[in-house]
DNA sequence: CAGGGAAATTGCGTGCACGCAAGTTTGCGC
DNA sequence: GCGCAAACTTGCGTGCACGCAATTTCCCTG
């Protein structure tokens, strides 16, 4: 139903892909980030300058994908294998969760090079919109053909929320950010473990999922 | 409380801003978004190239944001002068469409404009992720201290679904986009009218407003 | 298994974003 | 007024993203 065959051509493509984002992962690590040009990276995957950025528009988007490559279909799996009886909003926290805590050593690596530069940094944030699709897919399914533009803007809020808590996960300390005009109070949540910020940040988004089930499930 | 004189520092700052904002829409609309170059640009508002990327990183963002300049501020402001009775989700609401909806006649032209090039398209959805941080500070003021997490994840959430919005307005018919892994139907809203879709978009939200509200008002 | 049409790769050329290190302006305390 | 430190501007150089058009690779059909 879902895969045919593949066929040479697609492959040829992923493999392609795949060895792109390698090559850049790797290259990043052992030289520093600034030290590995697209030239670089083209060269050790095989391929021409030209082509690189046939498959990435960013050199960041290359070394950040090995990261975050296939975290999307993880997670929409992930919704998917829950129980259909559990809340939807528990089913997708816990999914995105378990996603976000799954780190391989290799990941780990990737990632505190990742903080190291804010244009890795930007880059690995703009990542998380890549779970929008696949959520709204998942989330779509559980609420049948009624809720389908509901499943839109749940999954776009859990990305977005997502964003946030990966945000303030990844701030050591470093900020002087946009934040501006707040009262006095800055003592919020500084910044705790992952699995809890990102509990946290999607707690507020609960009821919305409550109010959605209970509408197409009278 | 918040100007206590601008000193002239910061207003030829603005001023420059302005002359770049507003030389980059008029030429784009005089001769065409592709016939523009930043060089155009930097010279009708009296700077240096260089200069120019000091103020905007890309020269879609000068484009677009003549017309998204303050948007952000007007959002919190028209939050912000909703009488406190009513419920938060409301007020968010009707602000947003409030903004989006009362444009000038250059407004509409350059809307036009923007909707015939994919990367001004773009840049202006970026720029909706603007109005977050105004957002988040009117909401965490009807909220109070407690709330103030879950007033930066509901702006963020707003922030996330206006866009979505957005997007789903301004696209004419052309598509093919990455929706990928759908069943047979396609039968959403095709494009109803800004305000509609907006309203529709913010509704699914709504339970997460009145939740948060509860807990921080007994 | 041959050939045609579609998809992917590549080189080239253009405009652009941005770090860096002067040069210039503004604000402020004396 | 005077001068100094911080903020802003500018020119230069580098690497990069991407449109375009020519070429190569793959798949499908007869």
Redesign the pocket.
Known sequence: MTTPPP???????QA?REALREAALRLAVERGPDQ????DI?EAA????????????????AIVSAVTADREARIAAAVAARPAGVHLADAVTEAVVEQYTNTSEREREALLLITTRTALRDAFLDATAGIEPPLTAVIAERLGEAGAHTARVLAASVAAVVRIALEGWLRPAGNAGAAGSFGAGGLLVPSGSLPDQLRAALAPLAPAFDAAERRTRP
Chains 1, 2 share one sequence.
């Open positions: 066929g040479l051509r697609e492959r040829k493509k392609t590995v040009r697209v030239e083209a095989g391929v021409s300058p030209r082509t690189y950025n046939n498959y990435f528009a960013s050199r960041e988007q």
